[in-house]
């Protein structure tokens, strides 16, 4: 048996031999119950002689016997006890649920507590920098770290094919490992232990992984700084576009290329969205520099040779055909070629007089009301147009800049047609669609304004004097707005169905309004809505095409499509370089020098 030591009453320390507690706690209290004396008016004490101190105590303990337990309640009865406090046997569910919550919420407090105590001490600014670092290093040790991949591949297929045992190089000089240990001061061995700070870190290895091709490329460039800001712009979104990619699949080195890629495209396709593309001239901007051209030939006093001035006499004189009637039925036309021809044979005109000549024959001659003078004045300005067109520096005098002064005289001409050509449509009260706009204004409802575009459009189409001059691509953007694209078709039915496409639909959206107002349901404002949609949409794109239409003719070809401007590609460039020199996530190498790698490794596997 075991021996116990019990505190008497008497503050004593009693050995009792017992096989439990509960029989040593039994027997001494028989031993002591006897000697003990109960004092009259006592109130600590109750009746059978018992200390009330030791019943609470046993009490407390759990091993009060029975016999004493009821002792002690006929003491409490009396009042001679305070009520029984509730032992950890005696508590209800409801204060147990609520300790053991509350113990469990300060063990996770502690717990978190020392897991913050033991981990590595770090930041964001040292991770970021670490990363940038490592993105040098590995930029720096590209070079050689390829090299030695490749050469370490041939080596392994020589094993294969000879059954040689050249052993891969580890660690070469010059290579990323090199330049990392050059660094190794200003790079953390502590890893990041934030999410921020594993962003943090890989966006600086993205932007140090860019600053050195990015400074070269920047060197050569016309706007430098933007080049720079352009590579750190899609340097981070390379590197928060490749941590996201981590932190769904870590160990997928594809989805890591695909999010940095992902990641630093986005700045890129930002800056050429916001960027405006190709604009044709303004009718300004032609007028100004066709005027300047017959300015600078005027200023030349350039003319034509003796041989060049009779062959446009000749020409103008021959307008009338072989018919003499003809110049007796036109006398008009006649005076005005006889006078011409007359002063070109006389002494050789100035490039700049032959330009006015052309333009006096139009006033006089092609506008007049006579149908038969007015074709001949027309033939005689297509003449000297001709002849214009053709000259070459052969038929120029008076100047040593002959050539020049022929470039300059066809770019002045071509820019001035450019800008009648464009004035048949654009012209802001005169022009073809501004007519057409304002019949469809003024008649009816209004709601005509396809149609009136595409009915003027159609007439230059089908007038053969109209439409000269115009290339294949002007006229077959002419047809596109007159006849229409199956969308737009489409739309113009359905905008039959809008309140301002007649008096029919107006009256049905009258009735449609009553329904709504009558029943409270809104569906039958669909059909009008429906129309009213498609008209504005069909209507926006006609002027769309017309638009382009006049654009076209303005460019005198169509606008080249926008491209990638010099800071553009030279991101672009930046940004697929750094995919072969990025660090991996370990910072050890660059991401093309660890692919080598790992096709090594998976050889040797083999």
Same mark, same amino acid.
């Given at each position: &048996? ?54 609470? %105590? ?22 001679? /006890? ?22 469990? %919420? ?66 070469? /000089? ?5 330049? =990392? ?34 400074? /070269? ?23 928060? +576009? ?18 940095? &890629? ?34 600078? /030939? ?19 004189? +021959?307008?009338?055909?072989? =018919? ?24 050789? &005109? ?23 003078? =007015? ?103 002419? =047809? ?32 449609? &309004? ?93």
């Amino acid at each position: &048996m075991t021996i116990y030591e019990i505190q008497g009453p008497d503050g004593k320390t009693y050995e009792v031999d017992a096989p439990d507690m509960q029989s040593a706690v039994a027997a001494f209290r028989s031993f002591t119950a006897p000697h003990q004396t109960t004092q009259q008016g006592d109130k600590n004490a109750p009746s059978g002689g018992m200390d009330i101190n030791l019943l609470l %105590e046993a009490e407390k303990r759990g091993i009060l016997p029975a016999d004493k337990k009821a002792l002690l309640d006929e003491a409490r009865n009396r009042g001679l /006890v305070p009520p029984a406090l509730p032992t950890s046997a005696q508590q209800t569910p409801a204060m147990d649920q609520s300790l053991q919550a509350a113990l469990l %919420e300060r063990a996770k407090r502690e717990k978190a507590r020392r897991v913050q105590q033991s981990a590595p001490q770090t930041n964001m600014l040292e991770q970021s920098m670490s990363g940038v670092n490592e993105g040098i290093a590995t930029t720096l040790g590209a070079p050689v770290d390829l090299a030695t991949g490749a050469l370490n591949l041939g080596a392994q297929g020589i094993n294969a094919l000879v059954g040689t045992d050249f052993q891969p190089i580890e660690n070469p /000089v010059g290579g990323s490992g090199t330049f =990392r240990d050059m660094l190794a001061p200003t790079i953390s061995d502590i890893a990041p232990q934030t999410t921020a700070q594993r962003y943090g870190r890989r966006i600086g290895q993205e932007v140090g992984a860019t600053a050195i091709p990015g400074g /070269v490329m920047a060197r050569t460039a016309t706007a430098p700084a933007k080049v720079i800001a352009g590579g750190m712009a899609s340097a981070t979104g390379a590197g928060i +576009g490749g941590q996201t990619a981590r932190e769904i699949a870590p160990e997928s080195d594809l989805a890591d290329l695909a999010g940095s &890629m992902i990641g630093g495209g986005v700045p890129i396709a930002t800056a050429h969205g916001m960027r405006s593309g190709p604009k044709a001239p303004t009718l300004e901007q032609l007028q100004t520099q066709s005027d300047a051209g017959y300015d600078a /030939v005027r200023a030349s006093n350039a003319t034509l040779s003796p041989q060049s001035s009779n062959d446009l006499a000749n020409s103008i004189e +021959g307008a009338f055909g072989p =018919r003499v009637a003809t110049r007796k039925l036109n006398p008009k036309a006649a005076i005005a070629a006889d006078a011409l021809a007359g002063d070109m044979r006389s002494a050789p &005109m100035s490039i700049a007089d032959v330009d006015e000549a052309r333009q006096w024959i139009g006033r006089n001659v092609a506008g007049s009301v006579e149908k038969g003078e =007015r074709a001949i004045g027309m033939g005689m300005k297509q003449t000297i147009d001709d002849h214009l067109d053709a000259l070459t520096p052969a038929d120029v005098t008076g100047t040593n800049r002959a050539a020049e002064v022929v470039d300059t005289l066809k770019d002045a001409r071509e820019k001035a047609s450019r800008v009648h050509k464009s004035q048949l449509f654009e012209a802001e009260d005169t022009g073809l669609v501004a007519k057409g706009l304002r019949r469809a204004a003024t008649s009816g409802t209004g709601g005509n304004e396809i149609n009136a575009i595409r009915q003027n459009v159609r007439r230059v189409l089908e007038n053969p004097k109209l439409r000269r001059g115009y290339n294949a691509d002007e006229l077959q953007a002419m =047809r596109e707005i007159a006849d229409g694209t199956p969308t737009q078709n489409a739309l113009r039915l359905l905008s039959r169905l809008a309140p301002t496409s007649g008096a029919l639909p107006l009256g049905g959206f009258a009735g449609s &309004m009553g329904a709504t107002g009558a029943t409270g349901n809104p569906l039958f404002m669909v059909p009008s809505g429906v129309g009213y949609a498609a008209k504005a949409m069909g209507e926006r794109s006609t002027r769309r095409q017309v638009e382009g239409l006049g654009e076209l003719i303005r460019n005198s070809a169509p606008l080249p499509k926008k491209g990638l401007s010099e800071v553009e590609q030279r991101m672009l460039a930046q940004l697929i370089s750094a995919r072969a020199t990025s660090p991996t996530p370990d910072g050890q190498q660059g991401a093309l020098a660890h692919l080598l790698q790992r096709q090594l490794q998976g050889t040797n596997a083999r």
